[in-house]
């Protein structure tokens, strides 16, 4: 039971694409991740997803639209819509999602993080 | 599924006190409160809340110690853990807990919200 600040916890993560675990509760996870370039499409099947802008901007390309997230704003990709983050200069995001929540969410490939530690 | 600016909608929430919804996902409310002074003694009994501030700072008043907490910095007080916010100026919080958590807990009285309403 001790306070996190974003800030130093983003200092100590390094990797991009590589969410880390900063916080648990209810069964959700808070988690910080790096991002810089393209992901890759993929949907969740059981889980929705809060994309928190701590730093910076990306896109978040829906089939239908892209939306632009900036610091200080956030969206929620709810279970089932397809999705595919793209951020041109290096952006923090903190997520919230369900426990077990995998960043390629349907798909397995070289960009999957099985399990995600703690920062 | 639109994008929250978090700006914008605590431009919007004039009163103390009074958590209001800006999102959900996962049986789970994201919420903004602007708080200045002192709360009550309370827990919840089967609920977890993350407090993250976005804006100025207070201390969490726990049994055995008190936590200050500034802008960027988040806590999580599980759920049967008495708390008492208190803020000496005004500060204005995103909250994550599960839908129906009522503000005062296991209180009920005159500082208690019955019905968030979404902002």
Partial sequence: MEKVNLSEKLHQLSDLWSPRIVGEL???HVKLVK???EFIWHHHDAEDELFLVIHGRFDMHLRDRV???RDGEFFIVPRGVEHKPVAE???HILLFEPVGT???GNVRNERTRESPERL
Same sequence: chains 1, 2.
């Fill in 67 to 69: 939306v632009t997230i």
């Fill in 89 to 91: 200069n290096e952006t």
């Fill in 102 to 104: 995998l960043n390629t």
């Fill in 26 to 28: 209810n069964g959700q």
């Fill in 35 to 37: 991002i810089k370039g």
